[in-house]
């Protein structure tokens, strides 16, 4: 029998213990041939360790005399009344959300795993796998760029750029396929002379295959993503969104004329 291919849901099954023997094993196996992903799931599990030993001590914590099932199921038998105060302050809330805060909803709407969003997320992972990694940051190096291009784009089926920011100071250190729950993608890495690394993630994208620039941030990392005629761009670094914003536009610039 054919085993199924490794996605990423069976990854964070993986991390949760949430597998069945079989496929487990098959995971297992899988990621002792696949160092890279076998990194990040590492990661995944670090990062759920954190959680936990956030979360325990609330756990712990007795439940609020308001969440005790007697004391809800008595508080809904009894007339709610509105004071008008607070249906004003509501009214005013809601105004405010629909003329300023349109942007903040969308965002709280769109799913995490969909979109730019996701691409967001995936490229911030990769750079905590990747950036740090002092023994093989990247699977082929600047060295065999026509080999790069040639792989991304069979794998992406989309032909691919490798972006030049020598005139910014950073030098393309190479780049390597990576496994997200959307498809391949493609990482490239770039330094400069003070040893700082950036992460350009590029896939194609199902969701948001139009989009533009948006910031965001992740623990002390900065990144810009956008999208566009269906492929997405995420640039993650450790550096100020003054400093990375120009090195987006100026990628966002030559992926835009050149493929």
Same mark, same amino acid.
């Given at each position: 029998?054919?085993?199924q291919p490794i996605t990423e849901?069976?990854?964070?099954?993986? @991390?949760?213990?949430?597998?069945?023997?079989?496929? !487990?094993?098959?995971? %297992?196996?899988? =990621?002792?041939?696949? %160092?890279?992903?076998?990194? !990040? @799931?590492? /990661?995944?599990?670090?990062? &759920?360790? &954190?959680?936990?030993?956030?979360?325990?001590?609330?756990?712990?914590?007795?439940?609020?005399?308001? $969440? /005790?099932?007697?004391?809800?199921?008595?508080?809904?038998?009894?007339?709610?009344?509105?004071?008008?105060?607070?249906?004003?302050?509501?009214?005013?809330?809601?105004? @405010?959300?629909?003329?300023?805060?349109?942007?903040?909803?969308?965002?709280?709407?769109?799913?995490?795993?969909?979109?730019?969003?996701?691409?967001?997320?995936?490229?911030?992972?990769?750079?905590?796998?990747?950036?740090?990694?002092?023994?093989? +940051? *990247?699977?082929?190096?600047?060295?065999?760029?026509?080999?790069?291009?040639?792989?991304?784009?069979?794998?992406?089926?989309?032909?691919?750029? $490798?972006?030049?920011?020598?005139?910014?100071g950073y030098r393309l250190m190479?780049?390597?396929?990576?496994?997200?729950?959307?498809?391949?993608?493609?990482? =490239?890495?770039?330094?400069?002379?003070?040893?700082?690394?950036? *992460?350009?993630?590029?896939?194609?994208?199902? @969701?948001?295959?139009? &989009?533009?620039?948006?910031?965001? #941030?992740?623990?002390?990392? #900065?990144?810009?993503?956008?999208? #566009?005629?269906?492929?997405?761009?995420?640039l993650v670094g450790p550096s100020?969104? /003054?400093?990375?914003? +120009? =090195?987006?536009?100026?990628?966002?610039?030559?992926?835009?004329? &050149? *493929?």
């Amino acid at each position: 029998m054919t085993m199924q291919p490794i996605t990423e849901d069976d990854l964070h099954a993986y @991390v949760d213990d949430a597998l069945d023997a079989t496929r !487990r094993e098959e995971v %297992a196996a899988y =990621l002792n041939n696949h %160092a890279d992903v076998a990194a !990040r @799931v590492e /990661n995944y599990h670090s990062q &759920k360790l &954190k959680l936990r030993d956030a979360l325990d001590p609330v756990a712990e914590e007795p439940i609020p005399t308001a $969440l /005790n099932l007697a004391h809800m199921i008595e508080a809904r038998s009894r007339p709610r009344v509105t004071p008008p105060w607070w249906r004003a302050a509501a009214a005013a809330v809601l105004f @405010v959300l629909g003329g300023g805060g349109g942007w903040w909803l969308h965002g709280v709407s769109t799913l995490a795993s969909e979109g730019v969003v996701a691409l967001a997320r995936e490229a911030a992972d990769n750079y905590g796998v990747y950036a740090s990694d002092t023994i093989r +940051p *990247v699977e082929l190096r600047a060295d065999d760029s026509a080999q790069l291009v040639s792989w991304a784009s069979q794998r992406l089926q989309h032909p691919v750029a $490798l972006p030049d920011l020598s005139a910014s100071g950073y030098r393309l250190m190479g780049g390597r396929m990576t496994a997200t729950a959307h498809g391949p993608g493609l990482v =490239l890495m770039y330094d400069n002379d003070r040893g700082t690394r950036l *992460v350009l993630l590029t896939r194609p994208m199902v @969701v948001d295959q139009n &989009k533009p620039m948006a910031e965001h #941030t992740e623990d002390e990392t #900065t990144g810009f993503t956008w999208a #566009t005629n269906g492929m997405g761009y995420s640039l993650v670094g450790p550096s100020t969104a /003054n400093d990375l914003h +120009p =090195l987006a536009d100026d990628i966002r610039h030559q992926t835009e004329t &050149k *493929v």
